[in-house]
């Protein structure tokens, strides 16, 4: 690599597939691990004698550091070809180290798979993980494989490619795009564009993949008996999206609060923090093998679903869920990442529960199964709600069983007895009529679920 190409990757800032050391670690292991990582993962380049900043402090290199280096690649089983070279910067020397996607995987470092978790290097500890990943290590994830019907002349679009450039912070380096696409590993060995390139800056990505696309549908009531509006939203992924944000805040309420004669704060029925984690979450992780599914916002009376396709990623246990992640497509997750869409891999599922949380809302709804959904639930008028549409068709007994489940949903029949004023007998019969009505839902078991109430209309509307 040349000086101007060390100076656009450092403006990068490390992500999937770039790391800074400030120095080469005391422990080999550690140096192994991380390029390690990137052998397993699509390739990547570690430079060192650089800071977590970006700040160039340069990396004594002699011919002992030249033998640990050695060593360093020894560590890795089984071997694979590394790219060294020491590149002078303002008088300081730095230390490149480049690999591609290795052939041969797993790589390991003293019999431990190192893998590519975001921006950061995890290793592999538990059996069932080790085995998800043997089992998908001969897998290629789609948007590392290479987009045969792309023709960079005719389909990049430089508007959106220099408009990311700006987003992420790179925009000042006279690099040509080409070089920097490679250094964001977007080329693949023949020098073909990647599907994540083609998805993020194609002119028209349905052209190359027409699944590749949002459908964003508004239903009359709780059910999907009545379609109002249906639209399919395309371009690149970025600009889906926007638009699709656009959407959904179109059929949402919103408040305008002045504090103090402070700017006028928007707050939307749903938090904007859970929309937006729930958005990007379905865009980064979606499969986008699966061309008979497209990712799909569902707009109710009293909640929204985002969908995507595919399920948790096999190598991440339901127990995990929130805790940890794994991205369906690593490239695409990292352009998201230089533009500040996505933090750590992970916490996005955490941001969503707190947000939603201190906003008071029902607690949100994640499958797991085949379709990946988010259920958000929107705010609701119970008392309007009860006395317009159910007043006059409930009995005083279930009519006072939804008012206490309304103050309590974690209430149990035990201590609506004395509430209501009727016997255990009463109680089950009542609450059976609710959900054979379809007002009223168990979630979870007795001793550790709630009560939903369904803002469904009855006979007196």
């Known amino acids: 690599m040349t000086p101007q190409q060390i100076e656009s990757l450092i403006a990068q800032g490390e992500g999937y597939n770039l790391e800074f050391k400030q120095a ?14 990137f052998a397993n993962a699509a390739g990547g380049t ?8 970006g700040k160039v402090i340069g990396v004594k290199i002699d011919n002992v550091c030249r033998s640990r280096i050695q060593n360093i690649l ?5 071997h694979f070809p590394v790219t060294i070279s020491e590149i002078l910067i303002n008088e300081k020397t730095i ?18 798979i190192i893998i590519r978790n ?16 043997f089992q998908q290590s001969d897998k290629i994830f789609f948007d590392e494989v290479e987009c045969k019907s792309f023709n960079f002349i005719d389909h990049f679009d430089d508007q959106q490619f220099s408009s990311f450039l700006k987003l992420a912070g790179i925009s000042n380096y006279s690099l040509d795009n080409i070089t920097i696409l490679q250094n964001l590993k977007l080329f693949s060995e023949k020098q073909l564009f990647k599907n994540a390139a083609v998805l993020f800056f194609a002119k028209n990505p349905q052209l190359h993949f027409e699944w590749a696309t949002t459908r964003c549908i508004l239903f009359k009531g709780v059910d999907k008996h009545h379609i109002i509006d249906d639209k399919i939203l395309g371009g690149n992924l970025l600009e889906q999206y926007h638009e699709t944000l656009k959407y959904i805040y179109s059929k949402l309420e919103v408040q305008y609060i002045i504090a103090n004669s402070g700017p006028r704060v928007e707050v939307w029925e749903i938090p904007e923090v ?30 929204i679903e985002i969908t995507n396709p595919g399920g948790l990623v096999n190598s991440i246990a339901k127990s995990d869920f929130g805790k940890r992640s794994l991205s369906r497509n690593p490239l695409i997750f990292g352009l998201f990442q230089r533009i500040n869409m996505v933090e750590q891999i992970g916490s996005g599922i955490s941001r969503i529960r707190q947000s939603i949380h201190e906003a008071g809302l029902e607690e949100p709804i994640f499958n797991l199964e ?8 929107r705010p609701f008028d119970f008392e309007s709600w009860i006395d317009i549409f159910w007043k006059n068709v409930l009995n005083n007994s279930q009519y006072q069983i939804l008012i206490q489940i309304h103050k309590n949903n974690h209430i ?29 839902e168990r979630i979870g078991s007795d001793r550790g679920g709630f009560w939903k109430i369904i803002p469904k209309r009855g006979l007196g509307g």
Not at 46 to 53: F, H, I, R
Not at 118 to 131: D, F, W
């Open 24 to 37: 080469l670690p005391s422990k080999a292991s550690d140096l192994a691990e991380e390029i390690c990582a």
């Open 95 to 112: 230390l490149c180290v480049e690999c591609e996607s290795g052939t041969q995987k797993p790589y390991t470092v003293s019999g431990a």
């Open 46 to 53: 570690l430079l060192v004698g650089v800071e977590d900043s």
């Open 118 to 133: 975001g921006p950061n290097s995890e290793k592999i500890i538990s059996v069932q993980r080790m085995r998800d990943f």
């Open 274 to 303: 859970a929309i937006k984690e729930a958005l990007v979450n379905a865009i980064v992780h979606r499969d986008y093998y699966e061309k008979g599914a497209r990712i799909s916002i569902e707009i109710f009376d009293n909640r």
């Open 370 to 377: 085949g379709m990946f959904s988010v259920t958000l639930y």
């Open 74 to 78: 020894n560590a890795i089983e089984p």
């Open 412 to 440: 149990s029949k035990s201590n609506l007895l004395p509430l209501i004023g009727i016997g255990k007998t009463a109680i089950d019969k009542n609450i059976d009529k609710l959900k054979e009505m379809g007002i009223l």
